[in-house]
């Protein structure tokens, strides 16, 4: 079975005044901005971030799934990177931004060339995704 991101749900934290105080040891890795959001990414965590209030709204569970190495929003969708805590079944997470649940997800069964190492770059309506293995795209 498919393993899926436990997205937290966190209205109540303190106000961060840098993104040096989220509540994790790891340096932010990637940060993007989607309307009022910023996404941020660790190397195991992924969070969504108000810019307005300042407040993280959510953020990944990484004692169920090790997410954050890479995403990127694309055609309104987030894509996220994340592998289980052993570093096993690295995947893809098509997650609908207007629910915040995932809609589908992509590995080595749907045509991506490897298991590990997924790089995200946006261009037009094709997402595509690099690995040590070559070039695919979604």
Known sequence: TVSMPVFIDKVDVQTLTSFNQLPHTYPV???EQYKD??????DDQFFQFDATTKKIIRFTDSTNLMCGFDFIVHRDFLYLVCN?????????????????TVKRTFARENGILSESNYELLG??????VGTFNGLGHI
């Open 123 to 128: 261009d037009g309506d094709t997402l595509w």
């Open 29 to 31: 890795r990637k940060q």
């Open 84 to 100: 289980k805590n052993d570093y096993s079944d690295q995947r893809i997470y098509e997650v609908d931004l207007a629910t915040f």
């Open 37 to 42: 959001w910023v996404f941020l990414a660790s």
